[in-house]
């Protein structure tokens, strides 16, 4: 009498934790693939949204507020090469275009259906990643 009385008890805290762990499995967000980059919720991030956080991002590095990013400021984010690369007069330094111009070129490497748009799977890749990291 008492042992079934405790398997009955088991069986529904089996039960329990199953329906529990189901649960917190499906209420995951679906958005949180897109790092908080897709502020019209549409599923993606156009190139208007990438530049758009890009540009907050910049104002927030820019802590001596002189307009431009230099190697210290963008914290890693590009190498020295990618910094040359991107700094046509080359005296060490990003302006908000030419940072935003590397936001477009890797908006388009990261997107190869050219269908205007980045989904979840496109920001997962490394071009994504490398796209996410000017941005975040
Ligand atoms: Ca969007
Ligand atoms: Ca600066
Ligand atoms: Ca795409």
Do not use: W
């Not at 009498?1 to 069986?11: G, I």
């Not at 490497?109 to 920001?123: F, I, V, Y």
């Amino acid at each position: 009498m008492m042992k079934s009385r405790r398997e009955v008890v088991l069986s529904v805290s089996v039960a329990l934790a199953i329906c529990a762990s189901g649960a917190s499995a499906s209420a995951k967000p679906r958005r949180s693939t897109l790092y908080g980059l897709d502020p019209d919720n549409d599923g993606t991030v156009d190139l208007e949204e990438a530049k758009r956080a890009a540009s907050a991002l910049f104002d927030r590095l820019d802590r001596d507020h002189d307009g431009t990013l230099d190697r210290r400021e963008l914290r890693g984010r590009l190498s020295a090469k990618e910094l040359d690369d991107a700094d046509p007069d080359h005296d060490g330094t990003l302006t908000k275009n030419e940072y935003l111009a590397v936001v477009e070129k890797r908006f388009n490497a990261a997107n190869p259906d050219r269908d205007g748009t980045l989904d979840s799977k496109e920001l997962r890749t490394k071009a994504g990643q490398a796209l996410v990291r000017l941005l975040k």
